[in-house]
């Protein structure tokens, strides 16, 4: 017999409800300056102190003590956890400004509210996304205590437990840091973005466009689940959530069209893992990395938009061959919306036009930007609304609970990665570790790259986006920095390699959530992840040599890196698929895979890198025009054959 909860369920969610809700309007009144209308004057610690003030309890509220169990209400060990937390937050953010001054000083009312913080902060994190980044915390903190009994070049200086509780609890390179600084301005106004988008319709919408521009083509089931994934991808905060949101909806349509379950599954998690490196939002990173980096936001934007198109690129020529050599057709006529049914959403693009507006040409922060583009989606939809629906007003009211809810675990990552941030800074970690790479490889770039790359994947193992890009921004960039490598082109190598660990067996969490939708073997979707997304583990290695891709350098250089590039992707994606115009011998399959990676490296990667690319080039012509040939010589024999 099970006790009765301390706060039933018909209590517990619309008071969770409440604080999700609040969070957000918190967040909002912050991003449109209402403080400085009020005449308060407070710093932002303050107000990220106030944003955990609402999250942290809201995690306890919400999120069981033993992941993936249900529960009716709230125990009572659940409300003194939130007690406690609003407590130790509200206490913080009112005597902010005299705290920080007590750091070094160590009084108990600066170490006992903070120890609170982090106690609790690290069991909500476990809730929320599982045991590999608390872990993780839990080795840095070991090492700010203990760090002197570490032989050898990673020896750090220890640090009195008082002082480091009350640093990373209050110091701004802790938790009130850069990553919740990002996380409680950006990411929720782009959720609540995102949030709008689904209750105004404009989800479907962009699902019935993809249904509407590929499902008239070979694999079009695949093709959809590309664009469509992408699209929410980029706007969503979590590579694994985006799978299971449209992966539902995209691998039965997938099966059903004759693919192979794994490879169903596949396509969804490269798609969906994908969208984390696309632009504009890219899972919230593309922020982060323009504050690390201390570069505007639509410059991040730029460099990550080629290396990404080449990704999807990839994606769509693996997913046409797949369906050519499978002999899959279009999508059934019936499955497909009417264009005039779904022409009336075209307004929702004018959300994301003003968006690009604000952002690229009068410069808006991005919080700001994406408010007001959230206030153009709701004005157009509920003037026209979509395939005769419009959202209704307690509906747009309820999107600041939902988003609230669904930002928890990104701010819950942000601040316990502040932790991180923090332990390197006071302990000179970071450093350490700079100089421990650089060392290891030899001060060779390439040594460096390959080693970074296995840390990058060991890393993010398990590991939600967000947290994944801090960890690896402040572990493995500055090494690469230092051997003179690009710093954008630094921060994009480690992201795609994080990203990578999403579907890379053995821990490919993407792949095993797309595969426990399609009822397929994880390991065999683990693997067929990794081949149609090969481009995310080849394309930051080039543009590391020759930023080129990066959009960086001339014009002329530009042009022709995007050209050879472009085919260099079609050559291996085809080599990979055994089929072009026809199936490929294994020799073939060689000959396109070698002429598409030498067409792939930038002319600047080295010195004679222009004739390897050229030779790529020449190469790859050679064989498209030998199979358009064969083909067309086929055809009359063929044509004669036939009775």
Not at 167 to 189: K, Q, W
Not at 203 to 221: E, K, L, N, P
Not at 577 to 603: C, E, N, Q, T
Not at 619 to 643: D, K, M, T
Request: with cysteine.
């Amino acid at each position: 017999m099970t006790a009765m909860p301390a706060l039933p369920a018909r209590l517990a969610t619309p008071l969770a409800d409440l604080f999700a809700a609040c969070l957000v309007l918190l967040a909002v009144g912050w991003a449109l300056s209402v403080r400085r209308k009020l005449g308060l004057d407070l710093y932002p610690q303050q107000f990220f102190a106030g944003v955990l003030f609402f999250a942290l309890p809201l995690a306890f509220l919400t999120l069981p003590a033993r992941r993936g169990t249900e529960r009716e209400g709230v125990p009572v060990y659940d409300l003194i956890l939130a007690g406690l937390s609003m407590a130790a937050l509200g206490y913080v953010a009112v005597k902010y400004p005299d705290l920080v001054l007590m750091i070094f000083s160590r009084p108990p009312e600066l170490w006992i509210p903070s120890f609170i913080i982090i106690v609790l902060l690290l069991e909500s994190l476990r809730r929320a996304t599982g045991w590999a980044l608390v872990i993780i915390i839990a080795a840095f903190l070991l090492y700010a205590l203990f760090g002197d009994l570490i032989p050898g070049r990673l020896q750090g200086r220890p640090q009195n437990w008082q002082l480091l509780t009350g640093y990373l609890a209050v110091d701004s390179n802790g938790v009130l840091g850069l990553p919740m600084s990002v996380a409680a301005t950006v990411v929720i106004a782009f959720i609540l973005f995102g949030v709008l988008l689904g209750i105004t319709g404009g989800s479907q919408f962009f699902t019935d466009a993809a249904m509407i521009g590929m499902g008239r083509f070979r694999g079009g089931s695949m093709k959809i689940s590309v664009l469509a994934s992408g699209l929410f991808g980029s706007i969503s905060g979590s590579a694994v959530a985006n799978v299971v949101g449209t992966g539902v909806v995209t691998i039965p349509m997938i099966k059903r069209d004759g693919y192979p379950a794994h490879k169903a599954a596949a396509i969804e998690a490269v798609a969906s893992t994908g969208g984390q490196l696309m632009p504009p939002v890219m899972g919230a990173s593309a922020f982060l990395m323009a504050e690390f980096l201390a570069i505007p936001y639509s410059q991040i934007v730029m460099a990550a938009l080629l290396p990404a198109i080449l990704y999807y690129v990839a994606l769509f020529i693996q997913a046409d061959l797949e369906a050519a050599k499978m002999g899959i057709q279009r999508v059934p006529e019936s499955e497909i919306p009417a264009r005039r049914t779904v022409l009336v959403g075209l307004h929702f693009a004018s959300a994301f036009a003003v968006l690009i507006y604000l952002l690229f040409w009068l410069r808006y922060q991005p919080e700001r930007a994406a408010l007001w583009s959230a206030l153009a989606l709701c004005g157009t939809a509920l003037i026209f609304g979509y395939r005769g629906a419009r959202p209704t007003l307690r509906a747009l009211f309820g999107s600041f609970a939902r988003t609230g809810h669904g930002v928890v675990e990104i701010l819950l990552i942000s601040a316990a990665s502040g932790m991180v941030i923090g332990v390197l800074n006071i302990t000179g970690l970071s450093f350490n570790l700079t100089y421990a790479l650089v060392q290891v490889g030899g001060g060779s770039a390439i040594t460096l790259l390959a080693l970074s790359a296995v840390v990058c994947i060991i890393l993010g193992m398990g590991l939600p986006t967000l947290g994944v890009y801090v960890l690896l921004a402040a572990l493995v960039a500055p090494a690469l920095i230092e051997v003179g490598i690009e710093p954008i082109a630094a921060h994009l190598y480690v992201l795609y390699f994080g990203m990578m660990s999403m579907i890379t067996p053995p821990i490919a969490m993407a792949a095993f959530a797309a595969a426990a939708i399609a009822k397929a073997p994880a390991m065999a979707t683990g693997w067929a992840a990794m081949r149609f997304g090969w481009a995310a583990y080849v394309i930051p290695v080039l543009f590391v040599f020759s930023p080129s891709l990066l959009l960086i350098g001339e014009t002329t250089e530009i042009v022709f890196a995007v050209i050879t590039a472009s085919l260099g992707v079609w050559l291996v994606s085809a080599g990979l698929a055994g089929y072009f115009s026809d199936r490929l011998s294994p020799l073939k399959r060689l000959l396109f895979i070698v002429a598409g990676l030498m067409a792939l490296v930038p002319a600047g990667a080295f010195e004679g890198a222009i004739l390897t690319d050229a030779a790529g080039v020449v190469l790859g012509l050679a064989l498209i025009g030998n199979e358009v040939f064969r083909r067309r010589a086929a055809a009359p024999l063929a044509q004669e054959e036939a009775p």
